[in-house]
């Protein structure tokens, strides 16, 4: 199986890759640098492979014969008899479908809705505007592969994960993770250390996460109301750190989708440049805020291209508190759905 962009595509793909190995020997998941950690939580997932594909990733290295020979030996190592490609909606799984073709993989299936030619032995297509993780799962079923009894089709990784205890002093906190992998995607910092302060004068705990070069930010956010964790967790310990919160804080990033996996619901800061529909917070209880009809929308853009980034920057501190208390009681059930404002 191959899905080679972020990790919060990677986690979307779980329920995909749980069917595929409920019916299969094993599952090799082809994935990308910024996704790899994730396929390895996993479950169902026997083996990975880092590849960074040049038509993919937004720093590609350059395509050189090299490169592909080398991809396609270790291709061959693993000696595949299927492969599925997923992609998301704006994404051709072709590329990938000849490189695969060329390294001997016999059969392919993939959704798309170009013309394949001799690239696909399944073409799948989907109509609407499913879900991510319903999208890819749906070529798994057209490739004859179901999730096992008991498998509702949620996110999951694989437990048990670590004990994180002496990071957070125990479950019964909120979580605030301030980044996106592009800033289209990020609420103003100056927002995000108001909402710390509201959380903490509301007697709340509070911890901000993010990677190591986050740290700064982080610690500007964090101020003297917060516990900054930006750097000191690998991506297991920061999906503990989320199963122990009350709720999360993020923007559409692979975090919040990890909070989904663990079941914690999710305040999503969702700017429209993608459409919610697909990359919202997948089945926990949500509040979903930004403008979601903000001439940004459906643009893909890296950086927002209004002035002012209006359709988060409008969102108040005070807003983001309220959601978050109104999720701080809300049953844990995946299946629970928040409000939209």
Known sequence: MARLDNMGDV???????????????????????????????????????????????????????HGMREFRARVEAAVPDRALILTSFHQSPLPLALALREAGVPWIGAISEDYPGALLDLRHRVGGDPPEAERALSLARAAGYGLPPGDDGRLAVREPLPDVTELTGGPGYVVVHPAASVPAREWAADRYAGLVRLLAAEGRRVLVTGSGTDRPRAQRIAGHDAVNLAGCTDLPGLAAVLAGADVLVAPNTGPAHLAAAVGTPVVSLFAPVVPAARWA???????????????????????????????????????????????AGAPRAPELTGGTR
Not at 39 to 54: K, M, R, Y
Not at 292 to 304: E, L, T
């Open 11 to 65: 986690l979307l793909a779980g329920p995909c890759v749980r069917a595929v190995a409920a019916g299969g020997d094993s599952v090799t998941m082809l994935a990308g640098p910024h996704g790899r950690d994730a396929a390895a939580l996993l479950p169902g997932v026997d083996e990975v492979i880092e590849w960074c594909a040049p038509w993919i990733d937004p720093q590609p290295p350059p395509i050189t014969a």
């Open 281 to 327: 917070p997948y089945r926990v209880p949500t509040v979903l805020l930004g403008d979601q009809h903000a001439p940004c929308r459906d643009s893909r853009a890296r950086h927002c291209p209004v002035l002012g980034h209006p359709c988060l920057n409008r969102i108040s501190p005070e807003t983001v508190a309220e959601a978050v208390s109104d999720l």
